[in-house]
């Protein structure tokens, strides 16, 4: 007798998404091999067969096993989760049978994780994609690196497989990270936990806000390119028909790496009051200065602060930045970003390194924590303490971390309340999330303390989550108004970074600044 072997492929869980083909193999085959819990999904097809289930750990067993059974004769099927052909059983199969083996061998497709998630997130691979396994099993991690850093250069949506393992807990940070070089900090992105099984979770990110979350082996992550877009609470990716307008939100800066630029300029790379001023300052010596700020509000605020100088604003990636450095021959980095913007900061002084160009950080003064303060060392904990001391929930975080507290355990036994600044992406961002127009403060700071107080007072807030800005950035005001008030104020702490220089004081920029231009004229 002439053996046959059916790969077969039973999708992602449900009876239902399994493909009729796949269900005559199955019925038509006398011997099933697979792993034990694919046999739930097709036990009506398979009463009364021989069944063999290797462990999960042991696939290469179970394609020898199969294929020893078809060259003895029978009619078997090996099962496979997802496609079997996709990071699956089919290439183990293939490594094994031999040229002069005579069954025959049937590939049924199916269901793959890709679309799979990609159907509960919208239509987010409507476009050219990519998919990227971070298993380290199946090649080395310097190949994965290279593909995903090509992946984001050219843009592609892409599939994140084999996400985060017990003893591959940082590669995945790594891959996000090399993302974050050439896409926006503000790309959409989904993630998807064991989807169309039970225990189904799905919920849309920023790329940014990725490097956050913990994920494990049953969690897909779905990268959008700049195009992608949100809708009605999902996600999708426009398929063009030749309309590759960029979207309003994004500027000329990041297609084309930015207007013409003064050379041998200073750098302040701001979106904060201070560092407007900052640049504004050091722009008065006669030095010429380029402003980038992250947003486009936050660039609106830039032309108004410094009036005459170069503004460059948008979600640029690394390589638009590297690009624009490099064009216009910068002088010097000086960071004077948000005391929480650790991730523009780190990449900040890896072009720095990079380019040998100065970096030096501006940080403003830290405010001293005072006596009723309730001190949060990550976000994590944050939102911990948020729902064990409130219901009615202030959040002065930024809009960046509203995912963290709004879909935590137990978030909807609360009511959220939160203050963003007044940009339209930003608002929408919120109530995507979940969070009432009405429960929006969308203005931007800082307030004053009987500000806080009223706005407090009236929505009844009995929580209050906010950050460690400074006094620059309203901290003072908002502790002194949650003391009038008697609600507890939790503050997260700044993250810890490492910087090669590093003040606190604008005339200790100057000095500096001073000091290397004395070191470059002896040179």
Not at 24 to 39: G, P, W
Not at 249 to 254: F, M, V
Not at 267 to 288: C, K, Q, Y
């Amino acid at each position: 007798m002439t053996g046959v072997l059916n790969l077969v492929s039973v999708g992602p869980g449900f009876a239902d998404l399994i493909v009729p083909r796949a269900e005559t193999a199955l019925r038509d085959s006398s011997v099933i091999v697979a792993y034990e819990l694919y046999l739930r999904w097709i036990a009506p097809w398979i009463i009364g067969k021989e069944i063999h289930t290797p462990p999960l750990t042991q696939e290469r067993e179970r394609a020898l096993l199969a294929i020893e059974k078809a060259r003895a004769g029978a009619t078997v099927a090996l099962i496979s989760s997802g496609d079997i052909g996709i990071y699956a059983m089919a290439a183990l199969a293939y490594d094994e049978i031999r040229e002069d083996d005579t069954f025959t061998v049937n590939v049924i497709p199916g269901i793959t994780s890709a679309n799979a998630c990609a159907s509960l997130l919208g239509s987010p691979l409507s476009h050219d994609f990519a998919t990227l396994s971070l298993s380290d099993l199946l090649c080395p991690w310097e190949w994965i690196e290279q593909r995903a850093r090509h992946i984001a250069q050219a843009d592609l949506a892409c599939v994140l497989y084999n996400v985060q393992s017990a003893g591959r807990q940082e590669g995945v940070y790594r891959i996000l990270k090399l993302m974050l070089e050439s896409k926006a900090p503000t790309t959409l992105c989904g993630v998807v936990k064991n989807a169309y099984r039970p225990g189904q979770e799905v919920a849309i990110y920023s790329l940014e806000e990725l490097l956050t979350l913990k994920f494990d082996m049953l969690t897909t992550i779905v990268i959008g390119n700049r195009f992608t877009q949100r809708k009605r609470g999902q996600m999708f990716t426009p398929r063009g028909y030749n309309d590759w307008r960029a979207p309003e939100t994004e500027t000329a800066a990041e297609v084309a790496c930015g207007p013409a630029f003064p050379t041998a300029a200073t750098w302040v790379f701001s979106g904060t009051g201070d560092g407007n001023a900052l640049a504004r300052l050091l722009a008065a010596e006669g030095t010429p200065v380029v402003v980038s700020a992250a947003t486009e509000y936050g660039g609106e605020v830039a032309l108004q602060d410094c009036p005459g100088l170069t503004v460059w604003a948008g979600r640029q990636g690394v390589e638009a930045r590297r690009q624009a450095l490099v064009k216009s021959r910068a002088r010097v980095l000086v960071d004077a970003t948000h005391p929480y913007a650790n991730i523009i900061s780190e990449q900040l002084i890896a072009l720095s390194q990079e380019l040998g160009i100065p970096y030096i950080r501006y940080e403003r003064p830290s405010a001293a924590v005072t006596t009723g303060t309730i001190v949060c060392a990550t976000i994590a904990d944050a939102v911990e303490q948020a729902m064990a001391h409130g219901k009615r929930i202030f959040l002065a975080t930024g809009a960046k971390d509203l995912a963290h507290f709004l879909q935590a355990n137990a978030a909807g036994e609360h009511q959220w309340f939160a203050r963003v600044t007044p940009e339209p992406e930003t608002i929408q961002r919120a109530v995507d999330l979940g969070l009432p127009h009405s429960h929006i403060c969308a203005m931007q700071g800082p307030f004053s303390q009987d500000f806080n107080q009223a706005l407090w007072r009236d929505w009844r807030i009995d929580c209050i989550v906010t950050k460690e800005s400074g006094a620059v950035g309203g901290y003072q005001a908002k502790v002194e108004a949650a003391a009038a008030l008697g609600i507890p104020l939790l503050v997260v702490q700044r993250p810890s970074m490492s910087y090669p220089v590093v003040v606190a004081t604008f005339e200790a920029v100057q000095t500096q600044l001073k000091q290397w231009d004395a070191v470059k004229g002896l040179q």
